[in-house]
Structures are given as C-alpha cells and as structure tokens.
T-cell receptor, first 108, second 113 residues
Framework: DQQVKQNSPSLSVQEGRISILNCDYT??????FLWYKKYPAEGPTFLIS?????DKNEDGRFTVFLNKSAKHLSLHIVPSQPGDSAVYFC???????FGAGTILRVKS | DAGVTQSPTHLIKTRGQQVTLRCSPK?????VSWYQQALGQGPQFIFQ???????QRGNFPDRFSGHQFPNYSSELNVNALLLGDSALYLC????????????FGQGTRLTVV
C-alpha cells in the first residue's frame, strides 16, 4: 500500500525553464511534507518542507504547493539549473513515508 | 560537524549470514531512523530509535532488529540474510518531537549473494 506516490519516474527540462515534480498521498493524517534531493552515492538531503496548515512555502528557486483536498503536493524549481539534476523524493509525516522518487534531468 | 556517518559504505554477505550496520547521528540529534532503499524505489522506513528504545516500526520482519546506545549512535542488525535484503540502507537522525527535516547519512550498500 503506497501511501505516498510519485507517478513520474523521470522528468527532463531545459535549463532556465520550470521543473514541476508531483506527489500524491492517501493518508489524510499526514500533516507535514518534505522534499529531499539525492545525488548518486550520497544520502538524501533536505530541500524544503510544508506544514498542512499552509498551502505554499517558498525558498529561493524552490516552491512547494500543497492541495489538501486533492491530497497532492508539487515542487516547482525555477529557473532549473543543470546542478538540479538528481532524484527527488517527497516524504510525509514524522517517520517519513517516501515516494518512489522522480529523476530530474536538466539539460543545458 | 561531521553530520550523519554510516559504516561500512559497502558490504557483501552470503545468504543466511548476519550483518550489522552502524550509524552515528548528527551532533545534537537524539533520534535515529533506519530506511531500506531498494533499486528504483524510495526509502522504506524500518524503525526509529529514541532513548535507546524502538519507538516506531515499519513493515519489516523480526529479522531486522536494532539498538541505540547512550551516545545516540545506533546499529541495524539483519539476521538470516536473503537475496532480497540487498539494498542501500540509510540512517537518518533528527530531534524527537520536532517536525523538522531528518539528516541522512550516505548509506551502506549491502549486497547479499
């Protein structure tokens, strides 16, 4: 039973354009969501988070949107840079239920 | 600050053997969580330790056990290894009760042959 789903296994965007990564969840008890970025041979690193009391959180080029009624969140990266190429995981709640990840490739 | 450190980085074991993986949390963190990441999947929560006790557990069999020491470091033990246990094992540390990000180690790549 996948409680957190990332339905796009990969995404390719041009440098300078917007990257939009999506995540859906099924457990309405989740109240805190995080995005992690993972490079090969490294552990995931925290990117940005959002509490369920908000619908948007912004940090520089990264913005996370939360739609609680649709149980959906998305990560926007603008402008995308080649260094953003990595695997992105969304995670929910305190014990971190992860999605399967989306591989982002930013082409220069 | 060394961050979260895990050892060893790579390990090869034979089916049926036992393995112990180690994790030192980030300075100031008191909670350690372990995750298994199989190829092409997101990390799956195994269990979480706080105050030297297992506080939460994911859907993993009893072959997976752990320990937390007074200095907050932790071990993950897997008995009777199966080929399917081959994965990247990640340790994350955090502060109990806070809804903040967890910091991950670089992981231990376990291969069971």
């Amino acid at each position: 039973d996948q409680q957190v789903k990332q339905n796009s296994p990969s995404l390719s965007v041009q440098e300078g354009r917007i990257s939009i990564l999506n995540c859906d969840y099924t457990n309405s008890m989740f109240d805190y969501f995080l995005w992690y970025k993972k490079y090969p041979a490294e552990g995931p690193t925290f990117l940005i988070s959002i509490s369920s009391i908000k619908d948007k959180n912004e940090d520089g080029r990264f913005t996370v949107f939360l739609n609680k009624s649709a149980k959906h969140l998305s990560l926007h990266i603008v402008p995308s840079q080649p260094g953003d190429s990595a695997v992105y995981f969304c995670a929910a709640s305190a014990k971190l239920v992860f999605g399967a990840g989306t591989i982002l490739r930013v082409k220069s | 600050d060394a961050g979260v450190t895990q050892s060893p980085t790579h390990l090869i074991k034979t089916r049926g053997q036992q393995v112990t993986l180690r994790c030192s949390p980030k300075s100031g963190h008191d909670t350690v969580s372990w995750y298994q990441q199989a190829l092409g999947q997101g990390p799956q929560f195994i269990f979480q330790y706080y105050e030297e006790e297992e506080r939460q557990r994911g859907n993993f069999p009893d072959r997976f056990s752990g320990h937390q020491f007074p200095n907050y470091s932790s071990e993950l033990n897997v008995n009777a290894l199966l080929l399917g246990d081959s994965a990247l094992y990640l340790c994350a540390s955090s502060t109990v009760g806070s809804n903040t990000e967890a910091f991950f180690g670089q992981g231990t790549r376990l291969t069971v042959v």
